[in-house]
């Protein structure tokens, strides 16, 4: 799961609610895919300066719902809070492809090699909004339609980018698109850390089911989005149990 900016044109009026953090004037797009790259699911029509969390709460509610099947859960990125059916990285640990390829250093710990899997797993998700954005230029620049319009623009290219995967699985746009993620050095956005404090894809199996009246799950779905240390837990224990395996790989035993 990821959001992205779309640039929009609108009223000078709703300029200042459509301000993302970058200044530019944009929609924020919450986007999920699983490994195959075809988007599962879209929402665009927020205002740039929505919060991530706000965008995603609104996501499991609305008429057309974003579906986390209890038991089920998102790689999702710094931005969200780790709550359940929501599995988010450990802050203030080295996060991105590119800071470990700078570093040449391999885990020190469990929180690190968590880190380093969740990004390799959700790297998915980038690469396919890479390509959502290289295929249609209306993706990268601002029009002259309206917002309502965009949105509906936005959501017929996410359908025509779902059937040019299945019928050219192959895409040459993609070759581009990963040379491009090669040649950009992320960077540790502090903002997308700090900006859902009090409140990120593909889908994994085995999540604890946290029904306790904080993230209610109806209808075997959730509907909510709060943190709770029973989640906290279970990521610490799947990255121990991950760092575990790592070790003896690698051959320390005892460590």
Not at 115 to 124: D, T
Not at 172 to 190: F, G, I, K, S, W
Request: some cysteine; proline content about 4%; glycine content about 6%.
């Amino acid at each position: 799961m990821i959001w992205s900016y779309v640039k929009v044109h609108v009223l000078l009026r709703d300029q200042g609610r459509y301000r993302n953090r970058k200044n530019e004037i944009a929609t924020n797009v919450l986007g999920v895919c699983p490994r195959d790259m075809r988007f599962t699911y879209v929402l665009p029509g927020w205002e740039g300066s929505a919060a991530d969390g706000r965008v995603l709460r609104d996501a499991l509610v609305r008429s057309d719902p974003l579906i986390v099947p209890k038991g089920k859960y998102f790689l999702v990125d710094a931005g969200y809070a780790n709550s359940s059916g929501f599995l988010a990285p450990n802050r203030g640990v080295r996060y991105h492809l590119s800071e470990w390829s700078a570093s040449g250093s391999k885990p020190q710990n469990f929180k690190e090699l968590f880190n380093l899997r969740h990004s390799i797993a959700r790297n998915v998700i980038e690469r396919t909004f890479g390509l959502f954005k290289k295929r249609w230029a209306i993706l990268r620049d601002a029009s002259f339609f309206d917002v309502k319009t965009h949105v509906m623009i936005i959501n017929a290219c996410a359908i025509l980018h779902n059937l040019i995967r299945v019928e050219q699985p192959n895409d040459p746009y993609l070759d581009e698109v990963d040379a491009e993620m090669r040649r950009v050095q992320h960077e540790v956005d502090d903002e997308d850390e700090m900006e859902d404090e009090d409140e990120e894809n593909e889908m994994e199996d085995d999540g604890p089911n946290n029904d306790g009246g904080v993230n209610a799950v109806n209808e075997n779905r959730i509907r909510t989005v709060q943190p709770t240390s029973e989640w906290t837990q279970f990521r610490n224990a799947l990255a121990r149990a991950m760092f575990i395996d790592y070790q003896i790989r690698q051959g320390h035993h005892g460590s």
